[in-house]
């Protein structure tokens, strides 16, 4: 399995920016699909965010789709979440995860199995 970190939360007002990022650790971090999710006081995890290993190609939650970005750095084995225009409802722990070797991009958590302890973005009004 992987070793998640996750690192950049906090409190921001909205409409505010913030960055998240996860490092990897053990497995080879370039066959890697990696995604962000994240769960809402009182609500289920949700899929945010994903990005393939093999093109880079990215897959948005429609509640965050114009505003939110994934990226990843293979050489330094991590990924970010840049997030601007953040709204109250964005409020949640939020977790890094990656899929197994080779694995196509996908939004359902059991098609993830490694996780990061998360880390709360708390925005204001």
């Known amino acids: 399995q992987v070793q998640l970190v996750e690192s950049g939360g906090g409190l921001v007002r909205a409409r505010g920016s913030l960055t998240l990022s996860c490092a990897a650790s053990?497995?080879?971090?370039?066959?890697?699909?990696m995604a962000w999710f994240r769960r809402a006081p009182g609500k289920e995890r949700e899929f945010v965010a994903a990005i393939g290993w093999s093109r880079g190609n990215t897959y948005y939650a429609d509640s965050v789709k114009g505003r939110f970005t994934i990226s990843r750095d293979n050489a330094n084995k991590k990924v970010d979440l840049q997030m601007n225009s953040l709204v109250p409802d964005d409020t949640a722990v939020y977790y890094c995860?990656?899929?197994?070797?080779?694995?196509?991009?996908?939004?359902?958590?059991?098609?993830?199995?490694?996780w990061g302890q998360g880390t709360q973005v708390t925005v204001s009004s």
């Open positions: 995860a990656s899929g197994r070797p080779f694995a196509t991009v996908g939004t359902r958590m059991n098609e993830y199995d490694s």
């Open positions: 053990g497995r080879p971090f370039n066959i890697l699909t």
